[in-house]
């Protein structure tokens, strides 16, 4: 099974207007310019989704957004909901750890807004991952079990087909250390044989990506594992030619 390699920006609460548009305009140049073998989508923060969309407007760059509500609409100030989001943006990341541990988010929640996602046509990037201190007790592999199952067990094999996996260890992420090439792949195979419990005729088409500190001097070999599919990236996002040669390095040709 060939899986395209998926390079995702995730901007956090970075970038001024003017920065964000020079981002996506890099981005497009890298991926419009010189076809490269490798998808690229965007999250920018909330208000910067509309202006990045022109920007993007006929690029094969695609649109995300870093988070939304699981409800549909009402009295819910400050959110966002996946109806609001679908018009501009394909993906949405879903239980990213800083909404995880940075605004206390728990499964059920998760689980709510990665259907909202699904049910607004969009796909779900689905975060996972332990803290340090679950892999230094040795219970990296139990922490990602419960939270994919969490998210996806039940759901038509349909729809997980339509899902992205990234496995970013919390400890690994805006830190400068990273998993090994060899845990990221061990934990990668680990959500595949999930995936395949859940839903075993999609498993191997699901991309499953590693992320936490992934920059272009590293992204070759976190991602060389045959079930990393690609890179969920933060810091190294903001950087243009950084992000540009981070893609280049992902891309891969195709297996037979
Ligand atoms: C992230 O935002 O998911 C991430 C992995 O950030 P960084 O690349 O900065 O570690």
């Known amino acids: 099974m060939s899986r395209t390699p998926l390079a995702i920006a995730n901007w956090k609460m970075n970038t001024d207007l003017e920065t964000a548009r020079v981002l996506a305009q890099a981005a497009r140049e890298t991926l419009d310019g010189e076809p490269i073998a490798v998808e690229i989508a965007i999250c920018p923060p909330f208000p910067w ?22 409800e549909p609409n009402g009295a819910f100030t400050g959110d966002v909901s ?23 988010e728990r499964d059920a929640l998760i689980r709510r807004k990665l259907e909202a996602v699904l049910k607004e046509g969009m796909q779900p990037i689905l975060c996972v991952g332990e803290l340090e201190a679950d892999r230094d007790a040795g219970r990296t592999a139990e922490v990602v079990q419960h939270q994919v199952l969490a998210a996806l067990k039940g759901l038509p094999a349909s729809a997980i087909a339509r899902c992205v ?92």
Not at 50 to 67: F, K, R, T
Not at 82 to 104: I, N, T
Request: glycine share 14%.
């Open 49 to 70: 989704i509309v202006p990045v969309a022109g920007v993007l407007e006929g690029s094969a760059v695609g649109l995300g957004a870093q988070d939304c509500s699981p």
């Open 82 to 104: 996946a109806a609001m989001l679908s018009p501009w943006c394909a993906w949405v990341l879903v239980g990213h750890s800083e909404r995880r541990h940075g605004h206390g």
């Open 165 to 256: 996996v990234a496995y970013e260890p919390v400890w690994a992420i805006g830190t400068g250390r990273t998993a090994t090439a060899g845990d990221a792949q061990e934990v990668a195979a680990q959500i595949r044989a999930l995936l395949t419990s859940l839903a075993s005729e999609h498993a191997a088409a699901v991309r499953i990506l590693y992320g936490g500190s992934v920059k272009a001097g590293n992204v070759a070999s976190l991602t060389a594992g045959p079930d990393v599919d690609g890179a969920l990236v933060g810091g190294a996002s903001l950087d243009p030619a950084g992000f540009a040669e981070l893609c280049r390095a992902l891309a891969r040709p195709a297996a037979a």
